[in-house]
């Protein structure tokens, strides 16, 4: 069974750019999650989707923050403009069912986010 | 709101021997525990979890946790580290209604040959 997926692994933009994040999960999977993870932190949510609705984006910045998840499947997260505190690896996770806390989230390798 | 503290930032073991990471966790009710692991360049991957029962949870790579109500702690243990088991472990708690996980801040492994 192949994982999640995401690209790119790497990218380094100037702050203001803009930047977008792709991420394919396991088939199968109903619901997704966008986590930012900067360096000597843990995981923190940013949006998580159920199919193609919003189900929880509280921590999402959303005056330079966006993401879909259009038909359901595939989803990309943008930042514009980007800022130097930005720099951060970005996670998808999938998970089957309702995305409840017993649904096990399988996480992708991530993209690594150089803002400079 | 529930937060999870990670005390230990790097920890070095000799393989062969036993490992404790600790973890404790604020929170007013039962929590649902989590550890994962991840290695450089993946994803993290869940080891184990706790719910509820038994407060002893084996978990995958002969890892296990116990969780202690009293001292508000769920630490993960492994009685013979592998030189494999080099990696970043996070402690993480969720509640009951909501289904974000909150993370602790990690602690790094490395293993002595």
């Known amino acids: 069974e192949a994982g999640v997926a995401q690209s790119p692994r790497y990218k380094i933009i100037e702050k203001r750019q803009s930047v977008a994040f792709w991420c394919n999960p396991i088939?199968?999977?109903?619901?997704l999650y966008w986590y930012q993870q900067i360096l000597g932190q843990g995981p923190k949510l940013l949006i998580q989707f159920q199919n193609n609705g919003v189900v929880d984006d509280s921590q999402l910045p959303k005056d330079r923050f966006s993401a879909e998840r259009l038909k359901g499947v595939d989803s990309t997260l943008k930042i514009q403009p980007a800022k130097l505190e930005d720099s951060a690896v970005y996670l998808c996770?999938?998970?089957?069912?309702?995305?409840?806390?017993?649904?096990?989230?399988?996480f992708g390798p991530g993209t690594r986010l150089t803002v400079l | 709101a529930q937060s999870v503290t990670q005390p230990d930032i790097h920890i070095t073991v000799s393989e062969g021997a036993s490992l404790e990471l600790r973890c404790n966790y604020s929170y007013g009710a039962t929590p649902y525990l989590f550890w994962y692991v991840q290695s450089p360049g993946q994803g993290l991957q869940l080891l184990l979890k706790?719910?509820?029962?038994?407060?002893l949870v084996q978990g995958i790579k002969g890892f296990e946790a116990e969780f202690k109500r009293s001292q508000s702690s769920f630490n993960l243990r492994k009685p013979s580290v592998h030189w494999s088991d080099a990696a970043e472990y996070f402690c993480?708690?969720?509640?009951?209604?909501?289904?974000?996980?909150?993370f602790g801040s990690g602690t790094r492994l490395q293993v002595q040959p």
């Open positions: 996770a999938s998970s089957l069912g309702q995305g409840t806390l017993y649904n096990e989230q399988f």
């Open positions: 088939s199968g999977h109903a619901t």
């Open positions: 993480a708690v969720g509640v009951e209604g909501r289904r974000a996980l909150t």
């Open positions: 706790y719910f509820s029962g038994d407060t």
